[in-house]
């Protein structure tokens, strides 16, 4: 090794200036499996960046980012936590995301609002269940991604692997801009094959990795780094004609050059760069940050911002720039007792402490009131903040997750977020009876942080239910409750949050009437209703022709039956899928009303459902990764769940058995897997559809 090389970060201070300039920012996201190591990753990001003056560790508690107390005692992180920091002349907002499925909302929302995406994978593992989820969720979002393989000093660790894993499960094009030396305990640093310099880490690093060793490449390595830097410059030449020439022509491609084409394709979504590393050793991690400033996307390079008008289809664009109308999401909502903390991505204009915006889902008007940049869990006050960025908004009264708001007077709806179906529910009720409204404020405020958190009072039975994505989720929850919110609470045992579909059509005619002296109640409609595979949720036709039912109380009836259809009639089982063609009926002068073909609707809704239900269960995609011995009875054990296999993969000595289940049979399966593989199995799952139950079954679980 001939040099040692220290590249600084700039001080905040030499560009200023510059820091609205949106083509000096990135917004990206930390994802992965669970225990891959991101937050790890985060924490060494902000120790290199300058944002903490020493590393929390995810094992000891004490990680900057896992600031809530169920995150440090569990060691996963359960909440995204958002921070900024800078590097190298830029700024860049990090949001370090949960692994767990059951968190997945929270990846969810993030993805929405970033720009780009550091895909973190074990080096030993590859890609793993949660990590094909996430993976998905960023291609319905369009987010390009680095990938960085951690954990290449584990024992195991295979880059090679590891990269054939993104490519056979994701169906991704990797292409390593590094090629490891080494692995385990002899992972020593990497050949930089843009450059085709060696780079070793310097062992014990007091600056958190900053500094290297760099030299000629080993001539040892020389012959497998020319093959990796040939599939490098391919990938490079591929989407610019001019590079390709050059290329095809034998030429040398420059450094510039090469970044500029792999970074077209990256943002093209036609390769993800994969560099690697060991985030709690302090290797590699500066070189992610520098990768995600050449080849992930600034706000401005994403084109113009894509909306409708409020309440209508007409679609219009903002620029992603200062100079036109503001426009910004609300992504993630902390209820606190001094007022909401609303974290929101300004997409167009600049956001200003003391404006006032339209919310077009509301149509009501929010002050901005407070303004804050967060650094996990500390806050600096602001006056402003410019399009591209990344902050929070304290005080907000009626903006939830997905909202937009934008300027009164040019309004735009951006587009919305989608969240999961909660899965499993269970009963709550307070230790003590003077609670109950303490309890019921702790809910609403937790229901608006987690969109995937419900909770509604069973009319039948007067309980409080709660429900969620798992019963990791909902544990956290009711833990929250009893030790963040300080209210004692009971739990019943967790139930299955089960769906209805009608089995076959129903035309119906619905009668209210009612005389009894004095004006009466008069409506009467027909129906049709049926099951629709085609239809997300309810869907209403309106029918009418001629005046058959006045078109003052159409609506009426709509409501009626959307409410029926979400309320699940006297079951409270929810139906999916559902669709209602309101085509006739009567109306009176004098004794018609909107209550009256409400009350209709509702009837005409039971009248289609009495003995034509099918009782739908949640089926869960599992894996579980298990060492060979052990394969049998695992699998033994989920056909006894009413689980199907669908494959079994083999990865080195471990085995991935991968299986649909249904989740009623997936409770406490965790402790029977620690049970059958002596501690050393573990498995992940993930909700994959809801699926008729066999007639047999379905009356055994109505029954408990």
Not at 357 to 381: F, M
Not at 597 to 604: D, E, S, T, Y
Request: negative net charge; aromatic residues 6%; hydrophobic residues 35%.
């Amino acid at each position: 090794m001939s040099t040692t090389v220290e590249k600084k970060n700039v001080s905040p201070r030499q560009f200023a200036a510059k820091k609205n300039d949106p083509s000096l920012k990135r917004n990206i996201g930390i994802m992965a499996h669970i225990d891959a190591g991101k937050t790890t990753v985060t924490e060494r990001v902000l120790f290199l960046t300058g944002m903490v003056h020493k590393t929390g560790e995810v094992h000891d508690g004490d990680a900057t980012m896992d600031f809530l107390e169920e995150e440090q005692k569990r060691g996963i992180t359960i909440q995204s936590a958002a921070t900024t920091c800078e590097w190298n002349n830029h700024v860049i907002n990090i949001i370090d995301t949960p692994g767990h499925v059951d968190f997945t909302v929270e990846v969810e929302r993030s993805l929405r609002v970033l720009d780009g995406a550091v895909a973190v994978f074990d080096g030993k593992q590859g890609v793993e269940a949660q990590s094909e989820t996430v993976w998905r969720q960023a291609d319905r979002y369009g987010v390009p991604r680095i990938c960085f393989i951690n954990k290449m000093d584990k024992i195991g660790a295979n880059f090679e692997f590891s990269v054939g894993t993104i490519r056979d499960r994701l169906g991704a094009n990797p292409v390593p801009i590094q090629l490891p030396i080494g692995a385990e305990k002899e992972f020593a640093g990497f050949v930089d094959l843009i450059r085709m310099k060696y780079v070793e880490f310097i062992d014990d690093s007091t600056d958190g990795g900053r500094s290297y060793l760099e030299g000629e490449i080993p001539e040892e390595h020389k012959e497998a780094a020319e093959a990796a830097r040939h599939n490098l410059l391919e990938a490079a030449a591929t989407g610019d004609e001019d590079l390709m020439n050059k290329y095809l022509e034998g030429e040398e491609l420059t450094e510039e050059e090469i970044i500029k084409g792999l970074r077209a394709e990256t943002l093209a979504m036609n390769c993800v760069p994969v560099l690697a590393g060991s985030a709690l050793k302090d290797k590699g991690v500066r070189f992610v940050l520098d990768a995600a400033l050449d080849f992930l996307p600034a706000p401005a390079e994403l084109g113009d911002v894509e909306g409708t008008l409020p309440r209508k289809e007409e679609k219009i664009t903002r620029k992603p720039t200062t100079d036109d109308y503001v426009s910004l999401m609300a992504f993630k909502t902390v209820a606190e007792p001094t007022g909401d903390m609303t974290f929101v991505r300004v997409y167009s204009g600049t956001l200003e402490k003391g404006s006032k915006l339209q919310n077009p889902r509301t149509g009501k008007t929010e002050r901005i009131g407070r303004l804050v940049r967060v650094h996990a869990n500390k806050r600096e006050a602001v006056d402003s903040v410019p399009a591209g960025d990344i902050a929070a908004i304290i005080g907000l009264k009626n903006t939830v997750t997905g909202d937009t708001l934008c300027d009164d007077d040019h309004p735009i709806q951006l587009m919305k977020m989608s969240f999961p179906e909660s899965v499993i529910s269970m009963s709550l009720e307070p230790e003590k009876a003077t609670d109950r409204d303490k309890l019921s404020e702790i809910i609403g405020r937790m229901m608006r942080e987690d969109p995937t958190f419900k909770a509604f009072t069973n009319e039948a039975t007067g309980d409080l239910i709660i429900s969620g994505m798992g019963e990791l989720h909902l544990e956290i929850m009711v833990n929250r409750i009893k030790n963040d919110h300080k209210c004692d609470v009971r739990t019943g045992r967790p139930k299955v949050a089960f769906k209805q579909r009608i089995k076959k059509q129903i035309d119906t005619q619905a009668r209210h009437i009612r005389q009894s002296g004095g004006s009466g109640q008069y409506a009467v409609i027909s129906v049709v209703i049926e099951y629709d595979p085609e239809v997300s949720g309810f869907e209403f036709v309106d029918g009418i022709k001629g005046g058959a039912v006045p078109r003052e109380y159409i609506p009426s009836v709509a409501s009626a039956l959307e409410e029926m259809f979400t309320t699940g009639g006297n079951t409270g089982i929810p139906f999916v899928s559902t669709k209602a063609r309101l085509y006739d009926g009567k109306s009176h002068d004098v004794d018609s009303s909107e209550m009256a073909f409400r009350a209709a609707g509702n009837l005409a809704f039971r009248q289609s459902i009495e003995n034509n239900t099918v009782l739908l269960e949640p089926i869960m995609k599992v894996e579980v990764s298990v060492p060979e011995e052990f394969v049998g009875s695992v699998v033994g054990d989920l056909n006894s769940r009413r689980g199907e296999i669908a494959e079994i993969e083999h990865q080195g000595d471990i085995r991935l058995v991968h299986a649909m289940v249904p989740i009623a049979e997936m409770f406490a399966y965790s402790s029977a897997l620690r049970g059958s593989t002596q501690g050393r199995g573990q498995f992940s799952m993930e909700l994959s559809e809801y699926r008729d139950v066999p007639a047999g079954i379905a009356a055994k679980l109505m029954g408990e």
